[in-house]
Structures are given as structure tokens and as C-alpha cells.
């Protein structure tokens, strides 16, 4: 058998059966400056697929910086949780935009908003979430936490703990995390691995700390690449050293 055989026998089988993926809003707005693209979509709702294909159990967590974030808010002027609050709504519109795509290509998805909207989609419950994701279905957790000063980083940390996934997967610009933004210093150096506290003690951007710290305390590894490069999903899935990988130390 072949390198390139192996390769492809080794994508056949996932290393983690139950995963969120988390998405930035902003990669939804492909190349323009505000809004959804529905090329990305389309590529997301793809690469999906492959994860589907393989049996394991999705579910994602998307933000809301490509129509409206909080902070942005609260920094012009306005009052800091109406301003999350309306960050929060905004998710739900990106969340549906992707349920769209994916059914738009037979994937079976379910929309469960943290803020109850019954008339566009379910109201979250650890119970539905988990019947969904048995049932085969992907799951998208809308509306954060329902709580203003939590960001959707937070929001896809504590998902994860509460459905028991296995893996959390940032999917960003970047392939894994630097210890400077790579998009400004050319000089940047990529992490393979990093343990929770020396995310935390370098002040490393890649999720918010509550974010960090909460999948610290609960041991829940954090798998960092571009989503950009078709397959990329699905190699982190298989357990590939993609990117950078985010454990404890114990794992290490």
C-alpha cells in the first residue's frame, strides 16, 4: 500500500464521533465587507458534508461580526448588553443562513436558539440537541448564551461541555495560532501545540479567556486551523496535526 493510499484510508476513519466546530461571523462575508456570502455557504455547507459522510455526530457555534458585534457597539456609545443582546439575534440569522445551505444540499440541520423565537427555529435544550445529533442531524446553536458580556467563544466551549463533545474545532483565517498576528508580522511563529495556561499566560488571541479557562477546567482540547483549505475539516476530525492543537497538560 502507498503513501497516498494510506492517507486516504486514514481519512476514513474520525478520530472524535461528536464535535463543534466554531465559526468567526466574519468568515461568512467571503470577500465583501458586511454580510453572508452564499459562495462561503456553499463551501461550508460542502465541507460539512465530509463530516457527515463520515457518521460523526456536528454541531456548530457561528458569530455575528459580519452584521453586528457587541463590543463594537459598546464602544460607540451604546449600553453594553442591549449591544449583546443584538449581537446575539444577529447569530441567529447567520445560523440560519447555514441551515439553509446545508439543506439546500440534503444535509439534515436544526437551528436551537438560546433566545426562544419559536416561529424561525427550536429553543435550545441540551435534551434536543443531543436527540438531533443522534439522529444525524447537524446542529447549530444560535443566540450565544443569552447573556450579554459572553461571547460566542464562551457560548461554543460551554456547548461542547454540555452535549459531551469530544473536540472543539476553531475554524479561522489562519492555519493555527501564532504568537503574533500573522496577517501583520511576517516573522510570526506558529504553535503546533500549546497547553491551556500558556494560552493564558501569553495572552494568545484565539478565544477570549473565560473561553479558555472553561475548557481548561473541564480538559476539552481545542483544535485551531484555516478553514480555508478544503478538507482541512475533516483532517482535524481524523486527527491530524493540523493547525494548532489547545490541551492539557496531562494530554500533552
Known amino acids: 500500500m502507498n503513501d497516498q493510499e494510506n492517507m486516504d484510508n486514514s481519512l476514513t476513519a474520525p478520530k472524535y464521533q461528536r464535535v463543534l466546530l466554531k465559526l468567526s461571523g466574519e468568515a461568512l462575508m467571503g470577500d465583501a465587507a458586511f454580510g453572508i456570502s452564499t459562495k462561503v455557504l456553499d463551501y461550508l455547507a460542502r465541507e460539512i458534508q465530509d463530516l457527515v459522510d463520515l457518521k460523526v455526530e456536528t454541531s456548530l ?8 458585534r457587541g463590543v463594537a457597539g459598546a464602544s460607540a456609545g451604546m449600553d453594553r448588553a442591549a449591544a449583546d443582546n443584538m449581537g446575539m439575534l444577529a447569530t441567529v440569522i447567520n ?13 439534515p440541520a436544526r437551528v436551537l436558539s438560546a433566545i426562544p423565537m419559536l416561529t424561525v427555529c427550536e429553543p435550545y435544550s441540551r435534551q434536543k440537541a443531543v436527540h438531533h445529533l443522534r439522529k444525524g442531524r447537524v446542529v447549530i446553536f444560535g443566540a450565544g448564551t443569552a447573556n450579554p458580556y459572553f461571547t460566542t467563544d464562551t457560548a461554543a466551549v460551554l456547548r461542547a461541555l ?9 475554524a479561522t483565517r489562519v492555519d493555527g495560532v501564532y504568537d503574533k498576528d500573522p496577517l501583520k508580522h511576517k516573522k510570526a511563529v506558529r504553535f503546533s501545540k500549546l497547553s491551556f495556561s500558556e494560552v493564558l499566560q501569553r495572552r494568545l488571541k484565539v478565544m477570549d479567556s473565560a473561553a479558555i479557562s472553561l475548557a481548561m477546567d473541564n480538559n476539552t ?7 480555508n483549505i478544503p478538507g482541512n475539516m475533516k483532517k482535524a476530525i481524523c486527527g491530524k496535526q493540523i493547525g494548532t492543537l489547545i490541551q492539557g497538560e496531562d494530554n500533552e
Not at 457555534?61 to 453586528?68: L, P, Q, S, T, W
Not at 445560523?95 to 444535509?107: C, F, N, S, T, V
Not at 454540555?162 to 474545532?169: F, H, S, T
Not at 482540547?221 to 478553514?227: G, K, L, P, Q, R
Request: with cysteine; proline share 0%; net charge negative.
Open 61 to 68: 457555534v457561528i458569530g455575528a461580526g459580519n452584521i453586528f
Open 95 to 107: 445560523a440560519l443562513a447555514l441551515q439553509d445551505a446545508l439543506e439546500r444540499k440534503g444535509i
Open 162 to 170: 454540555e452535549i459531551n463533545a469530544d473536540l472543539v474545532c476553531k
Open 221 to 227: 482540547s481545542i483544535m485551531v486551523f484555516d478553514m
